[in-house]
């Protein structure tokens, strides 16, 4: 992968489950060599999910050592030396006690760009607190259940701080090394789930702070929507005010009456309206209809099933799913997305068993007395 922008830099990651594994992902795909650390006898916890593992871990190496031990603990600092990058996910103070906190590994070496990922960041009066996925997502409002009540709602299927703080730490990790190409000096990146969902949520956020309306999401538009064909199939719509956008769905679909209502009027008659919208839009047949409404120019999408996405014609021809062969036989992964001078970048192996490369990794360092 020497012609990726990442390429020549190693990051050692002790980070486990999913924030940090997919921000190594992330990292890998660009060509990054990530290195996990991880423990003896079962390692990343994750590895009892065989497909979340195989999904997040491909294009890595694994190392198996004992943090606790002398020498795996001479181990893991050959291995900063060898690095540019250290990114771990305990707790705050777990890193300390083990002596290989940012402190410590810069002390050693200052060039080093040190990453942390927690529940709620290395400061703060809930720095120890431990928080997955769903704990933090309710503690940054995005779990909207009316006061003193239990939700029978689903609870959310995507881990959302998860991805939000693995997106910060990989942009945290290229920033840092950004600035080391001008100053020489690493840093310490502290990145907080919490702090991402709050980030994340800034639109909902920020206008209540300061006196000002925010925009209901999703939006109120009678064209935002999922609706049933003649044939039974499945299709949105995605109006979210766009004026011209309503007007040709209304002349399509012969609801001339409804045509000229602007944005404000048709979110305030949406009950009125939905009936009728919903009665045309189901005497189409959904490729009758498909092909009208990408001919009209309006906003709208076919609802697929998990098995149907990787099949889609648009991310086919963008080469998003990659077969790699490997002891597991041919697997499909998702690539990172990013096409860079259109460049699709590669991912070349599946996921490591434990300790697949303590040999091929710590030997070679021995050797060159790094």
């Known amino acids: 992968m020497a012609s990726f922008p990442l390429a020549g830099v190693r990051v050692v990651s002790l980070a486990e489950q999913y ?20 423990r003896p006898g079962g390692g990343d916890p994750a590895r009892r999910f065989p497909g979340l593992f195989a999904a997040l871990c491909r294009n890595k190496r694994s190392v198996a050592l004992d943090l606790k031990s002398a020498s795996g603990l001479a181990d893991f600092l050959s291995l900063v030396d ?13 890193m300390d006690r083990l002596g290989i906190g940012a402190q410590a590994l810069r002390a050693r070496k200052p060039e080093l760009v040190f990453v942390s990922i927690s529940s709620f960041g290395q400061t703060g009066p809930n720095a120890a607190v431990a928080g997955h996925d769903l704990s933090i997502q309710a503690a940054a409002g995005m779990i909207d259940v009316p006061i003193g009540q239990e939700a029978d709602l689903a609870l959310p299927v995507l881990p959302l701080a998860d991805i939000a703080s693995a997106m910060f730490a990989a942009i945290g990790v290229v920033t840092a090394l950004f600035a080391r190409g001008r100053s020489g000096h690493g840093a310490c990146v502290d990145v907080s789930m919490f702090d991402s969902l709050a980030s994340w949520m800034t639109p909902f956020l920020v206008p209540p702070a300061n006196g000002l ?46 045509e000229s209502m602007a944005e404000q009027e048709r979110n305030e008659r949406a009950v009125e309206i939905g009936p009728p919208l919903r009665a045309a839009i189901a005497r189409w047949t959904y490729d009758d209809l498909y092909r009208q409404l990408e001919a009209h120019g309006i906003a709208y999408g076919p609802v697929r099933r998990l098995d149907q996405v990787l099949t889609d014609p648009q991310l086919v ?28 970048t590669e991912i070349q192996r599946q996921a490591p068993r434990l300790g697949q490369h303590n040999a091929e990794l710590l030997g070679a360092l021995a050797t060159s007395g790094s």
Not at 87 to 94: A, C, D, K, T
Not at 220 to 235: E, H, W
Not at 317 to 333: E, I
């Open 19 to 38: 924030p940090g594994p997919y921000a190594t992902l992330l990292l890998a795909d660009l060509g990054a060599d990530i290195v996990m650390v991880e």
């Open 82 to 94: 060898s690095a540019d990058v250290v990114i771990e996910g305990f707790r705050p103070g777990v």
């Open 213 to 258: 309306p925010t925009r209901i999401l999703p939006p109120l538009d009678p064209g935002y929507g999922l609706f049933v064909t003649a044939d039974k199939c499945q299709l949105t719509l995605s109006i979210a005010g766009e004026d011209h956008m309503w007007s040709a769905l209304c002349r399509l679909l012969d609801l001339g009456q409804f």
């Open 317 to 344: 021809a963008r080469r998003m799913a990659v077969q790699v062969d490997g002891p597991n036989g041919l697997q499909t992964f998702v690539r990172q997305p990013l096409l860079i001078d259109g460049q699709v």
